[in-house]
């Protein structure tokens, strides 16, 4: 290769080399060096012995090579190990086809015959080598592997090592280490999550201090801290009194870590290589610079892999502390994620104490099936997944000794106080009830107001219904069908209470009365008789008023009364039907 690059003038051949290497024929080894033919019997020709040998011929096409020898011998000695590997590279950076790997490099640096490989010494040879960027050598596995660097990167090299990191820069790249991980250390690649009774996967966002990792508004907050060693045992006591005390902390859990001096350093690196990488396009650079770019990028790697490494670490030699207790990561487990994510779990308990009332995951139609029951008696498990219909002693009824209503009823009454105007928007109770302490679903929050419904505890406030809506029927199934719809419609407690006894004994009298229909005094039965004859009533008379005008008969004032009350009855799934027909004096005929 060298006698190909200078047209084969002034070049010996190969036995005149050899012959220079076994005894310096040509006088090409620097004072003090020993000649092979003077080492002890067994001894090897190394890949540096033949560098020695054509330094000066090296120098002809590759002065910088030759160069950036002179600097590793200066910086780390001329016995060193690190000149001997830097010997090598340079002798093979002649050898354009030759790959120069950390092994080859090893194979040629066997000093006698039967030794051990220094494989693992060229190899901390070599990240001496690159970290020390005077030296100019660079890993490059499109150009073959290590190479020495020409002079024509050495303004760009310059700029790379006189830029100063900022505080800002250097946190925005180690939460990209935290947020992306690598591929044996995945750190929060996922975001952290725990299910609940094995139900409800609870998600934690983290936290870099108050920077966003991962995740973004949830429930439960994972915030990494790290710390100076000496302030660890300090500032872990204020996180147990501020975790205890402090309501912004209430669901967040601490993972306190120690700082790494070197994990800083290492993180200025990678924004110099983020810096140049971005400045300078590797697309339009010449040769040499392209080379020196994608030694950057391979330098960029290893800086986040030796940063992710580090940084887990010192997250399991840290401690979760939450609500004023704290606990070694890996007492949890031996892996972060596993660590994390039993951790999530028992916090997850805490913070949503009262999922267990409702530890289902229904459909989205469930509220509307509900509602859409005609005898609540025939009710399966599968449309009442929580039981909440009492089936046993007389007349079937929504049972509100249930905790899960026993608990929702009183919170809902609080926030229709609170809310200052008697009702309450459908979104905000989802919010509520989906929200710590509870974490329901917001299809199992309009089941639970379904079923109150029908307990006749709450009205609806639907948006196009003349009035509101107190019992089952199609405007209060299409108002809870979706979270959507549900969304939209006011909810409040019932006005003047359920109808008495004696109210729906003569509203049932009456319909039968009416239509000669059977009813059971009941006030969903009550109002489901009505929306099934009064529309017919509407159409077969709803003209009488104008045929007894065109007759000139009495009664058209009264014709178009008793019209209007009928139809008054059909508003809010004739929920109010009950209180009309019950009445003691009834604006109906009997």
Excluded at 170 to 185: N, Y
Excluded at 425 to 435: D, K, N, P, T, Y
Aim: glycine share 8%; proline share 5%.
């Amino acid at each position: 290769n060298l006698a190909r690059s200078t047209g084969g003038i002034g070049l010996r051949s190969a036995i005149r080399v050899i012959q220079d290497v076994l005894v310096d024929k040509s006088g090409a080894l620097e004072p003090g060096a020993i000649r092979l033919a003077d080492r002890p019997f067994g001894s090897l020709a190394c890949a540096d012995d033949f560098f020695d040998t054509l330094r000066a011929d090296i120098a002809k096409v590759l002065p910088h090579v030759v160069t950036g020898v002179g600097k590793v011998q200066k910086i780390f000695g001329a016995g060193s190990f690190e000149l001997r590997v830097a010997k090598v590279v340079a002798a093979l950076q002649a050898v354009e086809t030759f790959p120069r790997t950390a092994e080859n490099i090893a194979a040629l640096l066997y000093g006698t015959m039967g030794a051990p490989s220094p494989l693992d010494q060229v190899r901390e040879a070599l990240r001496r080598l690159t970290e020390e960027q005077e030296c100019g050598v660079i890993e490059d596995p499109q150009a073959g592997g290590y190479v020495f660097l020409s002079d024509a990167v050495k303004p760009i090299r310059d700029k790379r090592g006189q830029y100063l990191p900022t505080s800002a820069e250097c946190t925005r790249a180690r939460i990209d280490v935290l947020k992306g991980g690598i591929s044996d250390h995945p750190l929060f690649e996922s975001q952290p999550s725990a299910r609940l009774e094995n139900l409800r996967e609870v998600k934690a966002a983290v936290k870099l201090g108050r920077a966003a990792v991962a995740g973004g508004a949830e429930d439960v907050e994972l915030r990494l801290e790290f710390f100076d060693p000496a302030l660890f045992d300090a500032k872990r006591n204020e996180f147990l009194v501020s975790t205890n005390s402090n309501v912004e902390l209430k669901n967040t859990v601490i993972l306190l870590a120690r700082e790494d001096s070197a994990v800083d350093e290492l993180l200025g690196e990678i924004v110099r290589s983020e810096k140049i990488l971005g400045d300078v396009d590797e697309r339009t650079a010449d040769h040499d610079v392209a080379q020196y770019l994608r030694a950057e990028r391979r330098a960029l790697e290893r800086g986040r892999e030796q940063v992710a490494a580090a940084l887990e670490k010192a997250l399991l030699d840290g401690l979760f502390v939450f609500r004023g207790k704290h606990v070694p990561v890996r007492e949890k487990a031996e892996t972060l994620d596993a660590a994390v994510r039993r951790m999530l779990e028992g916090a997850a308990e805490d913070v949503f104490p009262k999922y267990h009332l409702a530890a289902i995951r229904p459909s989205t139609e469930a509220a509307a099936k509900f509602l859409e029951v005609d005898r609540l008696d025939r009710i399966t498990h599968e449309l009442d997944p929580l039981d909440l219909v009492l089936k046993a002693g007389g007349s079937p009824r929504v049972d509100l000794s249930k905790p899960v209503l026993a608990e929702v009823l009183p919170v809902f009454k609080q926030k229709v106080v609170d809310s200052g105007v008697g009702r309450v928007l459908g979104s905000h109770l989802q919010e509520v009830f989906s929200a710590p302490p509870y974490g329901w679903t917001k299809d199992t929050v309009r089941y639970l107001f379904a079923a109150l419904l029908r307990a006749g505890e709450i009205e609806l406030h639907v948006p196009g219904v003349g009035s509101a809506v107190r019992t089952a029927g199609p405007h209060a199934a299409e108002a809870m069908k979706s979270t959507v719809a549900f969304g939209r419609i006011g909810l409040s407690v019932r006005d003047g209470g359920r109808p008495s006894p004696e109210a729906l004994d003569r509203a049932a009298r009456r319909l039968e009365d009416l239509f000669g229909d059977d009813v059971l005094p009941l006030e969903e039965n009550i109002s489901a008789a009505v929306r099934r004859h009064i529309p017919d009533l509407l159409e077969k008379v709803g003209n009488l008023p104008d045929r007894l005008r065109l007759l000139g008969l009495a009664g058209e004032e009264r014709a178009r009364a008793v019209l209007s009350s009928a139809a008054d009855l059909l508003k809010g799934d004739a929920g109010a039907a009950t209180a009309v027909l019950g009445s003691v004096e009834c604006s109906l005929p009997d």
